[in-house]
C-alpha cells in the first residue's frame, strides 16, 4: 500500500476487533483482509500485504511467493557437487603455489562433507545447528585453501619466479578464478536471509539479494526460489562483470562481499594475463 487508504469494502461480513499493524497505517484484521483481496485484483502492493502474515495466516500463505512463505530445504547435490569441483581444481596446482602439502585442506573438507552427506543424504536441515556449523567449516576451508593458493601465485608473480610457462600460468590463474567463483556463491548461499535452513522455513521477509523473479513475481513461477545454481550464476556475473547484473545487493554485507569478490577476480585477470602476455613476447 502506497501513499493512500483503501477502505474496506461492503462485501465483507464480520469486524474484527483486534488490530493490525501495517506502515503506516494501523488497520483491523477486516480492513487488512480486504487489503490483501485489493491485491490479488492488482490494487495493492503485494510488498505491504506479504507483512500480514503472522496476522492472516492461510490466507497470506496462499498469495505469498515460495521464496516468502515456508517451503522444503533444496537437496544437497548442487552444493556437494559445487564443493567437489573445487576441492578437484585443488589437485592440478604446483606445489609451489601452496604453503601446506597440496593434500590436507582437501582430505580434511572432505571429510567434512562425507560427514554432511551421511547425517542427511538428501536435504539440508531446517533446524540442526550441528548441520549449520559443519557447513560453514566446510566453506571456510575451500575458502581458505583458495586464498592461500591465489596470495602463493600473486606472491610469485610480483617477485617473477613463477617461470616462463605461459600455459601453466594460465591454467594455474584459471584454476584459482573458478575456485574463487564457487568459493563465493557458497558464501552468498549460506548468509543471504541467514542460510538455506532459515531461508525455507520463511522466517526473515527481506532478502539480502533481490533476485529478478523476487521484483517480477508475474515472470516466474509460483513455487519459484533461489537455490544454489541461482547464486552460482550471481556468483560468476559478479566475477566476470566485476559489478552486479541482474542481482542486486541489498544488505552492507552483500555489497561488501560482491566488491571484494570483483577485487579479487580483477586482481588474478589483470596479473595473470598481464604475466602470460609478457611470457609470450
Known amino acids: 500500500m502506497v501513499g493512500q487508504y483503501v477502505s474496506p469494502g461492503p462485501h465483507l461480513k464480520k469486524p474484527v ?9 494501523c488497520v483491523t484484521r477486516r480492513e487488512a483482509t480486504y487489503w490483501l483481496t485489493a491485491n490479488v485484483t492488482g490494487g495493492v502492493s503485494f510488498g505491504r500485504t506479504a507483512r500480514l502474515r503472522g496476522h492472516l495466516g492461510a490466507v497470506t500463505q496462499a ?13 544437497r547435490w548442487a552444493v556437494a557437487g559445487a564443493i567437489l569441483v573445487a576441492l578437484g581444481l585443488q589437485l592440478p596446482l604446483p606445489q609451489t603455489m601452496t604453503f601446506l602439502p597440496i593434500w590436507v585442506l ?12 551421511v547425517a542427511n543424504p538428501r536435504r539440508i536441515s531446517k533446524h540442526s545447528v550441528v548441520e549449520r556449523r559443519i557447513g560453514l567449516t566446510v566453506g571456510f576451508l575451500v575458502s581458505a585453501a583458495n586464498a592461500l ?9 610480483l617477485d617473477g619466479t613463477i617461470g616462463d610457462n605461459a600455459v601453466e600460468l594460465l591454467a594455474t590463474g584459471a584454476d584459482i578464478y573458478v575456485t574463487n567463483v564457487i568459493v ?5 548461499w549460506e ?12 522466517v526473515r521477509q527481506y532478502p539480502d539479494f533481490l533476485f529478478p523473479q523476487m521484483s517480477s513475481p508475474d515472470m516466474a513461477p509460483k513455487d519459484w526460489e533461489p537455490w544454489y545454481v ?3 550464476y550471481l556468483s560468476f556475473t559478479n566475477a566476470t562483470a566485476f559489478s552486479p547484473t541482474d542481482v542486486l545487493p541489498m544488505r552492507p554485507w552483500a555489497k561488501l562481499a560482491m566488491m571484494a569478490q570483483s577485487m579479487v577476480s580483477l586482481v588474478i585477470v589483470v596479473l595473470v594475463v598481464a604475466r602470460a602476455v609478457n611470457v609470450l613476447h
Open 63 to 75: 498469495e505469498m511467493p515460495a521464496w516468502r512463505r515456508e517451503t522444503e530445504t533444496e537437496q
Open 230 to 232: 541461482d547464486y552460482l
Open 149 to 157: 593458493n591465489g596470495v602463493q601465485l600473486i606472491r610469485h608473480i
Open 106 to 117: 582437501p582430505s580434511l573438507t572432505l571429510a567434512l562433507m562425507v560427514a554432511l552427506i
Open 17 to 25: 476487533r483486534n488490530t493490525v499493524r501495517l506502515e503506516p497505517y
Open 191 to 202: 548468509f543471504d536471509r541467514g542460510g538455506p535452513g532459515m531461508r525455507a522455513r520463511g
Open 184 to 188: 563465493f556463491a557458497l558464501w552468498y
